[in-house]
């Protein structure tokens, strides 16, 4: 199966071994990765902020770096539901919505993707961790995305997963609303922060970056400098590399 | 004041776009889904009509419902004083020591008796409507409402409580009371207190004859 | 009722250093949504009651006007008078023409979001009639001078010690903290006040076009009082609200008191039509409906008709991370929450709410227990659409949208300006690999460091791998 990864920009700038995990991870489910040099954003930021237009125009982009590939998969629910919106801004255009429809149908959240969509179950890791699971909303109420993270973290042997009160409640980035309302973002991550350590994990697991960077911030900023904060694809490739080593 | 109404009608039908129509065919749709299906009607009545913080007795004839009314006002240690609807007239009240007088209530009269038009199974509600002799009040002034509830007059869903009354009442009285439970509030930290400004308590008994 | 939905982002600072409110909200917050899951968890099938709920109101609106004139000959033919209002200072004029007409000193009122738009009490109580809000949470905001902070639990913001506190200088009774004690000292001030009363001034949930009536729902009992015991009636109510049909009713209200409280239903839904039988010992001699556009209308057939659906449950903002973080005062108007994010700007003028749309994640919350399925978060973003397209968001936030959106699409350019910022941040980093301090993005690093970028980006070092011929 051929798939193309779509990075995300905040996987691009800020955290490049998500992306690499991610490849690692689609390799040894059976796929064959290919990273279009031209993708750059899905285009929410903009989107999000009113700008329909960068939405429209991203959209394009999108199908022309990735419409000849099997499937399409990111590390993001958020960006995975971008591209799930795309046909709806075409709606004088059937013949691009629906070509953005079809491939729209065969991007997926990397979670999903791996559990319901790729060729091969992955190789059991193992690692030493005791973690919480942030459900992050785009992926968990325009995706579905809950059940499937959990299932492949607990297939991590040594992995210890207890679960955060308010798990499904938002961590407060919101894109550009992290910043326009600062000062509600840092509560909303900050209760988030709370019921993460209630839980005595060493690790904050989820699967978008942009909220992982919102939670890490706020964790840093309270001063804990322990409590790691990694999406889910870091945990998965360090326990394939750690299962490798036995 | 009709210009308001021409202004109105004339800024909906704009956003419409197009002309008020004098006529609309509405959507034709199966019968709405119930929240919980009825399966016996009486007992799914009763069992909902508890988890709304009624209570219930059941006797088998209207000649028994005085003394179900006397027993529950004595063991709950009530006053055995208030008001009736006057279709209750021919029951033996007196004999059970029962001071329900037949009239509207005042303020303080403390126990309203009541019969009802229908009852929903659904969702263990009563519908009292108005009407001549229905007073309205005897069913909210009273700190204790006894509503009396015929087995025959349990519908299963309000859908079915509203073709009753069309056909047996014909134009809409002009009040249909649905009436689920005690009166109460959450709005002091969101904590349910029953007995908010209606009553207290609501007694249903359940005539099976 | 005055707003203060422009001064949102002050509004929110305010009361999230506010204590007592936090405490408030952390402890009350999440009870409706508990509720709600409860009374979700009970019903066969809720998401095919949704999907009715949102059918008939989806329905109605797409005939709107022919549903109001229905509504307005049926219920004149039972003799009810019905007025209409463009605004709500002319809803107010007609209902103290109708006090006045009727020699109306006394007034009691039953909860009616409506009325707080308009300011109602203030113009009858200037005009000298006394006006007791009867709903519990209104009768205690009406003591403190506050306007709601809730669509159905007006006072929820406020702890037992402050309603005490108030009954105390009130009704002069001693404080307590026993709740029960405080609503039976309500009932006992509130009793002789319906009994007293020549007028009753309630909302309407619902307006019923087959029957011309007004449908309300209430738990207390005092929609009932109201409606029964005053000798004139006036229901005040926004035009959206019509049902064709009593059984449209009975499907709708299989979802709103789930939606709104968890209760399987309310206490009492009372369908009220006209006036006092002859002979009848109760209801009003004089009944009146007063349909208030206010805004309404002219969303018919926009990009935010869909809004108009909107039961009044509450359920959005029960479950909005923003609203349980900052309350509903923050808001600055009637209808906080989501749905108040985009009622608000809708009534009173995108320029006069404009941080309102922008107060959500988009998390979707509301979006997935909106009894009417309302596209919440997609309404929102039309009216960021509006803000961006007609230029009323501060310029830096336009420049960088901008500036963002012409890096973002040509992918060489792209690629060498995020490198750049890569090199940056990092550049900028402390050796903790955190950001302390962004120029230009005080929101985050006010309250967030932020993680500094790892290295290159991925697609320089997927470049330099150069792990497979393309």
Known sequence: MNVGLFVTCLVDALRPRIGFATVELLEAAGCVVEVPASQTCCGQPGFNSGDRASGTELAMAFLRDFEHFDAVVAPSGSCISMIRDYPGLFAGQPEVAGRLAALAARSHELSDFLLNHAPQRLPAGKLQLRVCYHDSCSGLRTLGVKQQPRELIGAVQGVELSEMREAEVCCGFGGAFSVKLGVIATRMADNKCVNAAATGADAVVGGDLGCLVNIEGRLRRRGDHQTRVLHFAELLAEGLDSGHHD | ?209 | MHATSDRFKSNARERLDDAGLQANLRRFGGGFAERRREAVGRVDDFEALRDRAAAIRTEVLENLDHWLLAFEAAAQARGTRVHWAETGADANRIVLEIARAAGVQRVVKSKSMVSEESGLNEVLESAGLTVTETDLGEYILQLAGEPPSHIIAPAIHKSRDEVSALFAEHHHTPPTRDIPVLCEQAREQLRPRFLAADMGISGGNFLIAETGSVAIVTNEGNGRMVTTLPRVHVAITGIEKVLPSLDDLAAVLRVLPRSATGQDITNYVSVLTGTRDPGASDGPQENHVVLVDNGRARLLGSALHEALRCIRCGACMNHCPVYQNIGGHAYGWVYPGPIGAILTPAYLGLENALDLPQASTLCAACEVVCPVRIPLPELMRVLREESFSRGLRPWHERLSIRLWRWLALPPRLYGVASGVAVRMLRALAGRDGLLHRLPGLDGWTEGRDMPAPQGRTFREQWRQRARRPS
């Open chain 2, 1 to 209: 004041m009709s210009d308001a109404r021409a202004r109105i009608l004339a800024r909906m039908s704009q956003g419409l776009g197009r002309p008020c129509p004098d006529t609309v065919a509405r959507v034709q749709r199966e019968d709405a889904p119930m929240a919980r299906q009825v399966v016996h009607h009486v007992a799914d009545f009763i069992a909902r009509a508890h988890a709304l913080q009624s209570t219930t007795d059941r006797v088998a004839d209207m000649a028994a419902v005085p003394a179900a009314v006397a027993r529950y006002l004595r063991t709950a240690h009530l006053p055995l004083q208030g008001v009736m609807w006057p279709q209750f007239a021919d029951l033996d009240w007196v004999a059970q020591g029962l001071a329900l007088e037949m009239r509207a209530p005042q303020s303080d009269d403390r126990t309203g008796v009541t019969g009802c038009f229908c009852a929903i199974a659904e969702t263990g509600t009563l519908l009292l409507h108005s009407g001549v002799g229905l007073s309205a009040a005897a069913s909210l002034l009273p700190e204790t409402h006894v509503a009396v509830v015929p087995v025959a007059r349990i519908v299963t869903r309000m859908e079915q409580a509203f073709a009753l009354l069309r056909s047996e009442v014909g134009s809409v009285p002009r009040a249909l009371n649905f009436i689920s439970g005690p009166s109460r509030t959450a709005d002091i930290e969101q904590t349910i207190v029953i007995g908010a400004h209606g009553p207290r308590r609501v007694h249903l008994i359940v005539v099976d004859g």
